[in-house]
């Protein structure tokens, strides 16, 4: 590199940017007999704005750790990729009449440019797109995992739909009852929906959690999800109708306390209970809730509201009847859909009883205060047989006389719903399958051609013309790719824009091979040529981001995901960072898929991410989240263009914990600057050459080699705590210090340079190099640490004339009382004090004092 006498980032870092790309000195190898190190971000959705100033935060913290695992001798996988499908390149493209793939090229170019003018030492030969048909034919090919383990079926579901936008819209971008994007009104629409049985896997995604070293509060959140619970199934019957209530129930103990019922307003037997008289009251407030998210609906502040459909249904044990309401507090998407009330133990139903003017019978007493709703535990009254019996054994008697009677049983239940997985888009991974009639799949199954990929059960819908059952697509003729459209526009019918491509639509279907021609052309030749239509719906966006820590093991491979040794080797990220808004949802599902991928005996361990950090969230520099309405996010890059990447990097990590939420704050960059600069020259003289006051052979001073020393512990352990503030602290100390003595040694300014390099590789690239390196200052060895040097043989005596301070020195461990005397009295405080004086008696505390007592 030029030589200079100033720190000029402006070249510097770009030169030494050019340098990685062209030595591709973060590349890591799948063959390596180094120990590995696999560090991962959540990738990001490369989305038009570009990033700003909080998306670099995780981004350094796991890049200062990938950089001091390589300096440790690791073979380190420290890879990026794009998570691009989504709404929000699709409504781009639905403006500007441009292709979202065309759109998601241009995007991630401009998010790529942009993490490389920042300094991360990823490997970019390794970069994955969920969208490039040779990532997504993996994704295709694991849903065809789940398909034939008998894991995805299609079922009509109430889901959010978007007149505006036309299209269903997941529960995460629904935002009191309007879309998150547009804020434009949503309603509850049943319509047909691709589903994979994530329930199967509940008892094993709580159980597992314990292989997994999370944050405590992200395990919790993953078990509240689940919601896994022990109680009874209660069946009510219904006066007049052959039908019965289904509901489920942790408390069977409060049986005798129910005074009423409640249906969520999408109960498929709200029809049937819905008397004349209350069925235009009925289907008004059924309309109205269908304007409502389930937030809405189930916020404990709001005011209750409902309707009674004018039916009863009859107690299970008593033989009473109870009337049975319709409530948008209660969601057909938890439990059964109904509950029983018991308003004297339970808040909402309290709140609804009053509302209502409805009974409330007390039969749980804990005391003789207590204040209803009473929701503890106690011993039961006002319950008939079951009076005076502690809560836990009446549990267990009123449940076995529901189950002698027929009308329940013990029951574990889950909050835990089967995932909806599609959505009604075009950008969006195809399903690769393919509709056909009883007759033709039959003829496929018996063929044996594709019977490896065919469920136990098959998945059939109902369409207009009949049942149609599903067939996959062989695996070797993935992927089955996106067609071209003319619009990406739905169609207003909850259909996506695919239906309205029709050569590739509807088809003649080669279920043997793959292959397919428009069924507008002749039928080709051969028996395994069948009629078929596609499927419309595509892969929710959370498809691409449950497997992608697996394609970076091995991203280039045609044969497979990827190899069964490189996924022996890496098996899963040893450090997974990510925002902790992503604690449910992203981590639920990709360890659901992870688990059958398991079970498939594609991966070798049970989980997916063994160890996960959680950063906090970068605020605006006015306190709140940044966001492009609020106006108030920075570009790093311009934060890189005035300052420099380092000192960005730095004042990052300087800011506060890593794990906390804070606030940009632009006025304390300068001070970062300034210790970078600190440095820069501490090294550097003023002619441009290595500073006079380093010398090769030097020996330092104790005091500089026992804060050498203190500062590699303090420095490692801190960086692999991920607390990289006080890591910096204590180079700014150790920086303190070396500006103040003459001369330093060769080897303690190098290692200056590599304990600064993971915060700021561009300068410690520089310097390591001008230090006579001809290596990256990346790829170690790091400092070794000397325990030894951290124990001194000296200790600080305070010197005393009669009690007061007088002077210090530090002297041997082993120094007698004579020799710490004499070097006493060769002070020039103490002879001052002492002088024409006798000297009395001398107080020596060995490693503390020595008082002169003299008059």
């Given at each position: 590199m030029a030589k200079s006498a100033d720190y000029n980032f402006s070249e510097i870092e770009p030169a030494w940017q050019k340098f990685w790309d062209e030595n591709k000195t973060f590349a890591a190898s799948n063959d390596s007999e180094k120990e590995k190190y696999f560090v991962m971000d959540m990738f990001p959705y490369p989305s038009g704005a570009g990033l700003h100033i909080g998306h670099p935060l995780g981004y350094t913290g796991s890049d200062i750790l990938a950089r001091y695992q390589r300096a440790k001798g690791k073979n380190v996988l420290h890879p990026i990729g794009w998570d691009a499908f989504g709404l929000a390149t699709e409504q781009y493209a639905i403006k500007t009449g441009k292709h979202p793939r065309v759109t998601s090229v241009e995007r991630i170019g401009h998010f790529r440019n942009q993490l490389k003018s920042v300094g991360f030492s990823f490997d970019y030969d390794r970069e994955v797109d969920t969208t490039d048909p040779k990532y997504y034919r993996w994704t295709q090919w694991i849903f065809l995992q789940l398909f034939k383990r008998g894991l995805a079926y299609v079922d009509m579901r109430p889901v959010w739909w978007c007149d505006e936008l036309k299209t269903v819209l997941a529960n995460e971008e629904v935002i009191d009852g309007k879309s998150e994007r547009g804020n434009h009104p949503v309603v509850r629409r049943n319509l047909r929906q691709v589903v994979l049985k994530i329930t199967e896997y509940a008892d094993r995604l709580i159980e597992d959690l314990e292989l997994v070293d999370w944050p405590a509060s992200t395990k919790?959140?993953?078990?509240?999800?689940?919601?896994?619970?022990?109680?009874?199934?209660?069946?009510?019957?219904?006066?007049?109708?052959?039908?019965?209530?289904?509901?489920?129930?942790?408390?069977?103990?409060?049986?005798?306390?129910?005074?009423?019922?409640?249906?969520?307003?999408?109960?498929?037997?709200?029809?049937?209970?819905?008397?004349?008289?209350?069925?235009?009251?009925?289907?008004?407030?059924?309309?109205?809730?269908?304007?409502?998210?389930?937030?809405?609906?189930?916020?404990l502040a709001k005011e209750k509201t409902g309707v009674f459909t004018g039916s009863y249904a009859i107690h299970p044990i008593t033989g009473e009847k109870i009337p049975v309401w319709v409530a948008d507090y209660v969601l057909i998407s938890y439990g059964t859909g109904a509950i029983m009330a018991v308003p004297a133990h339970d808040t909402r139903d309290f709140e609804f009883a009053e509302q209502f003017d409805l009974p409330i019978t007390p039969v749980i007493k804990g005391s003789d205060e207590d204040v209803l709703p009473y929701i503890g535990d106690g011993v039961l009254v006002n319950s008939g047989e079951f009076d005076g019996l502690p809560w836990e054994e009446a549990k267990e008697k009123i449940t076995a006389q529901l189950k002698a009677k027929g009308t329940g049983e013990e029951s574990t239940q889950y909050k835990l719903r089967d995932w909806l997985f599609s959505r009604q888009r075009y950008w969006g991974e195809p399903f690769p399958i393919a509709w056909v009639s009883q007759a033709d799949y039959e003829a496929a199954a018996a063929s044996g051609a594709i019977s490896d990929w065919l469920p136990e059960e098959p998945v059939t819908y109902e369409d207009e013309d009949g049942k149609v059952y599903a067939l996959p697509v062989p695996p070797a003729a993935l992927p089955l790719e996106l067609p071209y459209v003319e619009s990406y526009e739905p169609a207003g019918t909850g259909e996506s824009p695919l239906k309205k491509a029709e050569d590739w639509m509807e088809i003649w279907y080669n279920y043997a091979t793959g292959e397919f021609v428009p069924a507008s052309q002749e039928k080709p030749e051969g028996a395994e040529w069948v009629r078929a239509s596609r499927e419309t719906n595509t892969m929710p966006q959370w498809a691409g981001s449950c497997w992608y820590y697996l394609r970076y093991m091995d991203p280039h491979n045609e044969e497979l995901l990827a190899s069964p040794e490189a996924l022996e080797y890496w098996k899963t990220p040893d450090m997974y960072v990510g925002g902790a808004e992503h604690a449910v949802l992203h981590l639920l599902y990709a360890r659901f898929w992870h688990k059958v991928l398991y079970d498939a005996g594609v991966v070798p361990t049970k989980e997916p991410f063994g160890k996960l950090f959680h950063q906090g969230m970068l605020l605006g520099e006015d306190g709140k989240k940044i966001s492009k309405s609020a106006g108030n996010g920075v570009d790093p890059v311009s934060v890189v263009n005035e300052y420099g990447a380092d000192t960005l990097r730095t004042y990052l990590m300087f800011l506060g914990p890593l794990e906390a939420r804070k606030p940009w704050n632009s006025k304390g960059i300068g001070g970062v600057s300034r210790f970078l600069n600190k440095i820069w020259r501490e090294i550097v003289g003023k002619d441009g050459e290595v500073s006079s006051k380093i010398q090769d052979g030097f020996q330092d001073s104790k005091e500089t080699e026992k804060l050498l020393h203190e500062t590699i512990k303090k420095v490692s352990e801190d960086i692999e705590g991920m607390s990289f503030n006080t890591a910096i602290s204590q180079l700014m100390i150790f920086v303190n210090h070396l500006q103040g003595v003459e001369t330093i040694s060769l080897a303690t300014a190098k290692a200056l340079v590599q304990m600064v390099s993971p915060m700021a590789p561009h300068i410690g690239e520089e310097l390591w190099n001008r230090l006579g390196e001809t290596t990256s200052v990346g790829l170690g060895p790091w400092p070794k640490l000397d325990e030894s040097k951290l124990v001194s043989d000296e200790v600080k005596i305070v010197f005393q004339v009669n009690g007061k301070f007088r002077g210090q020195a530090m002297v041997s461990k082993t120094s007698t009382q004579d020799e710490v005397l004499a070097l006493a009295q060769a002070d020039e405080r103490v002879a001052a004090h002492t002088e024409g004086k006798t000297i009395r008696k001398v107080i020596y505390v060995p490693g503390k004092i020595l008082n002169i007592v003299a008059n």
């Open positions: 919790k959140m993953q078990q509240e999800w689940i919601g896994k619970s022990t109680g009874a199934t209660v069946r009510f019957g219904l006066d007049g109708l052959e039908e019965s209530l289904e509901i489920y129930t942790t408390r069977p103990d409060t049986l005798m306390g129910v005074t009423y019922m409640v249906v969520s307003p999408e109960h498929p037997l709200l029809g049937k209970l819905t008397v004349a008289d209350k069925k235009e009251a009925v289907d008004a407030y059924v309309t109205a809730a269908a304007g409502k998210s389930d937030l809405e609906r189930t916020d």
